[in-house]
């Protein structure tokens, strides 16, 4: 009996080992060790912090430098994404319960990396209108990505109430050098420098980042691409569905203070209280997210939340930018799906073409692009916004699971690997693949992801007139 017990006891032990991930290897980054996991031949670490907490006294603020820690930190696991009301419509459904305490990132890489590999870099920046979105949703994940042969970095930033807000008491106190109002941006830059310091640890080349964004995070790629604190942070950009770079809202910072005073009005805090900075920091996230998400963001009314703005330090007037060339001037990717928010004449496809135009005016290589691919298992024609993620990530079989079709899984390692290669050289083009020209305004050919799975290069027939520059 007692040699069966323990033989019992063994092979239960067995049981719960097999059960727990593989551990990938340990790395160090500038606050402190990390272990991740491995997935077959992918490692990858989460929930790495690149910023304190922006809690109590640090919302509001820029984000502060992380608190070392000692020991080897778990990183096996996503973190919370930043606070929001969760949108029920999102094409990215979050694997996180939000919270406040956020400022978090994650790595993937293939398997057995060395530390000098120096691979190209890939950063994230998710979208859902500066109100929803996160890190954490399965179609996000950069396996399949980093298996290819990348690094994978993606991150968590403010959003809503906590991203962009102003306020007469803010201003008064001018911490962080008067770098206020578009917080969420400054997650980004502080993410980008995270990357910067640390990701050559996990075998990334902190020398060629290329930084990735669909609809808020495309518009966060024109963002940075015209940051002066983004200056030197990367060196390419792809940008999906991101307009044309002009859709901050067109405020100053002291109506974005109108708008927070008037909304913390409403929750019994007056603007020359003189003890309004503690109460407002003081208030329960809830209260200061009060159901704002995607559904309400153009609802009729007054304003009760700002938008990213041109703040002159943080985040400029991105068309002023493109036409004076105070821009990183850096090779791109960008394009839109074929039924994006608005149709042809949205500002997502319409703001594309411009900006594909105007980019290519200033000599840069652009690479312009339309999604028209819809899943088989959709049953319909006409790619709607966000619908492109699953197959720039190679994540269509997570995406669609079992309906996914041979056909979907083509196109998704079809457009992965036009991604890669841009990654590594800023041009996409590789063996195996159709050509995809550089982009000529006075040609005004494109890549288009046809509606029947094919990469196929042709003159835009939506241009209006026959020519680039014409009206969408």
Known sequence: MP???????????CLAVAALPAMAQTVATDAGSVRGAVDQDVESWKAIPFAAPPVGPLRWRAPQPVARWTGVRDATAYGPDCMQKPFGGDAAPLGTTPAEDCLLLNVWRPAGTAKAARLPVIVWIYGGGFVNGGSSPPTYAGAALARQGVVLVSFNYRLGRFGTFGHPALTRAGADGGLIGNYGYLDQIAALKWVQRNVAAFGGDPRNVTIMGESAGGMSVHALTTSPLAKGLFQRGIILSGADGTAHDPVTLSQVEKTGADFLQG??????????????????????VDGLNLAGLFAKGPRTFSSPFPDGRIAVDNGAAYASGRFAHVPVMIGATSDDIGGKAGFMVAGARRSAVALAGAKLPV????????????GKRGAPHASDIPFFFDTAGIKYGAATTERDRAVARTISRYVVNFARSGNPNGAGLPDWPRYDPAADRLMDFTADGQAVVGKDPWTAGGGASAAP
Do not use: H, N
């Open 267 to 288: 929750k019994g805090i007056a603007p020359d209280d003189p003890q309004a900075l503690a109460k407002m920091r003081a208030l329960p996230a809830e209260q200061v």
């Open 3 to 13: 040699g069966r017990m323990m033989r019992m006891m063994a092979a239960a032990t």
């Open 367 to 378: 690479f312009y692009y339309r999604f028209s691919y819809v899943a088989e298992s959709i």
